[in-house]
């Protein structure tokens, strides 16, 4: 009960730092935080959103900011979310 509502976020404190290494193509990071992000962009409030998001949700209906599909050669201003999915470098990348 302690985790709730952040059940696979709770995972990261036994796990860290090493979560991303332990659990490969996991639920870890695929979007879980969309309410509390849409509620922090609501909060400052963030007119539009520069994002690297793993996941299938469409962003336009449940952000409140405009978002912008950051990608690699991007050099954007202002607020910046991405999915600790995006994070993780491969080989192949």
Not at 36 to 64: C, T
Request: no cysteine; hydrophobic share 45%.
């Amino acid at each position: 009960m302690r985790a709730a509502p952040d059940f696979l976020a709770y995972f990261n404190e036994p796990a860290a730092p090493y979560a991303s290494r332990i659990l490969v193509e996991s639920d870890l990071g695929w979007g879980q935080d969309l309410k509390r992000l849409n509620a922090r962009l609501n909060e400052l409030p963030a007119q539009r959103v520069w994002i690297a998001y793993f996941g299938a949700a469409d962003l336009g209906k449940r952000l409140v900011a405009t978002p912008y599909s950051l990608t690699a050669n991007d050099r954007p201003a202002g607020w910046i979310a991405i999915s600790e999915a995006k994070l993780t470098k491969y080989p192949e990348d």
